[in-house]
Nanobody, 117 residues
Framework: QVQLVESGGGLVQPGGSLRLPCAAF????????MGWYRQAPGKQRELVAG????????YADSVKGRFTISRDNNTNNTVFLQMNSLEVEDTAVYYC??????????WGKGTLVTVSS
């Protein structure tokens, strides 16, 4: 059974940084795409950043220049979200997402990021 496990969330002050890892377990195939989504209280889940197996990336406008998605080249099924210059508006539960070559999407359980002074 495929599982995505996120970590790295926590409380950080505005202007601070966090790095969120997401590791996939139970798979023998490479995902064609992995990404991060977030859901703030009272809001819909939204895409934060995505990374294809070919190395293409895309970001939400609100995080461009502040967040970076990357991949562990040794495992291919581990991605990181480096978040810099965090703002109060970045407070949300962050979810890892992965798309298999067979058209199945997987989700992690989420990790909470709170940006507050």
């Amino acid at each position: 059974q495929v599982q995505l496990v996120e970590s790295g969330g926590g409380l950080v002050q505005p202007g601070g940084s966090l790095r969120l890892p997401c590791a996939a377990f139970g798979t023998i195939f490479a995902f064609i795409r992995m990404g991060w989504y977030r859901q703030a209280p009272g809001k819909q889940r939204e895409l934060v950043a995505g990374l294809t197996s070919g190395g293409s990336t895309n970001y939400a406008d609100s995080v461009k220049g502040r967040f970076t998605i990357s991949r562990d080249n040794n495992t291919n099924n581990t991605v990181f979200l480096q978040m810099n210059s965090l703002e109060v508006e970045d407070t949300a539960v962050y979810y890892c997402n992965a798309s298999s070559p067979f058209g199945i999407d997987y989700w992690g359980k989420g990790t909470l990021v709170t940006v507050s002074s």
